[in-house]
């Protein structure tokens, strides 16, 4: 019996969950619980931290969970980190759903890092105006350049002070077109876009835009993760389960 555990929170994870409901898998899709109201899904869900990789172990025995697929953000390093010594302890099959990461073109005008430390080297002490488009976890570390001015573009809005004096925010939820971004840059005057290098197209938008726009980005790597099996498009994963699923020998 096939009993699947979809880490999600990407536009990648619905579509894999629409898909396995179709297909009337057993199937549970958990969030991590950091936006207010989070995308409705065909699958059962779970909203929440799993209280690190014991925790996760001791879910997957219990719910006897046979796959893990993480469709979880590409900078989830720590959730993805868990799963893979999870799915190690436990035996569970895991692969990730991981979209490819972008790539600077021509026109391209990137600055790449290698973390949010780096990201805010990379600015200038002062006079800039940031599209700082990496959501809401990371914004303290900006704050040790308080004169710049922020544009921030957040799911949910602020539940409290925001640790940046000089700020605009925005609130809305992807995916983004290029003329919406385009005339977001030009409405706020944007000299530098910080961003942090998830892939896909939901967000890519931001990207044309500066190019079109010949604004400098900040891009930031992705973080690294413990070496794991990694498929790029839904129909990889539903054949990857369908073949996992098998008995051995067959």
Request: hydrophobic share 50%.
């Amino acid at each position: 019996m096939t009993r699947i555990l979809l880490l999600g929170g990407t536009t990648e994870a619905s579509r894999l969950a629409r898909v396995l409901a179709e297909s009337s898998t057993d199937a549970v899709f958990s969030y991590a619980g950091r936006t207010a109201s989070p995308v409705a899904q065909p699958l059962p869900m779970r909203v929440g931290g799993f209280g690190g990789v014991e925790g996760l172990a001791a879910y997957l025995k219990q719910e006897e969970i046979t796959h893990v697929v993480d469709a979880t953000h590409p900078f989830a390093a720590q959730m993805s980190a868990n799963a893979v010594a999870a799915c190690a302890e436990t035996g569970v099959a895991l692969t990730a759903l991981e979209r490819a990461p972008w790539q600077a073109g021509e026109g391209d005008d990137w600055i790449s890092v290698a973390d949010m430390s780096a990201a805010v080297a990379a600015l200038p002490d002062q006079g800039a105006r940031v599209f700082l488009a990496i959501g809401k976890q990371n914004l303290d570390a900006f704050a040790v350049k308080p004169a710049n001015h922020y544009l921030l573009r957040l799911v949910d809005a602020p539940d409290g002070a925001l640790p940046l004096p000089d700020t605009s925010v925005v609130v809305a939820r992807g995916p983004f077109d290029v003329e919406t971004d385009t005339a977001l840059m030009r409405d706020h005057a944007i000299t530098h876009v910080v961003a942090k290098n998830a892939g896909g197209v939901g967000a890519e938008a931001k990207l044309t835009a500066a190019r079109a726009l010949g604004l400098p980005i900040v891009m930031i790597d992705r973080p690294h993760v413990p070496p794991r099996r990694i498929l790029r498009t839904v129909d990889q994963v539903m054949a990857w389960l369908g073949h996992s699923a098998e008995p051995s020998g067959a």
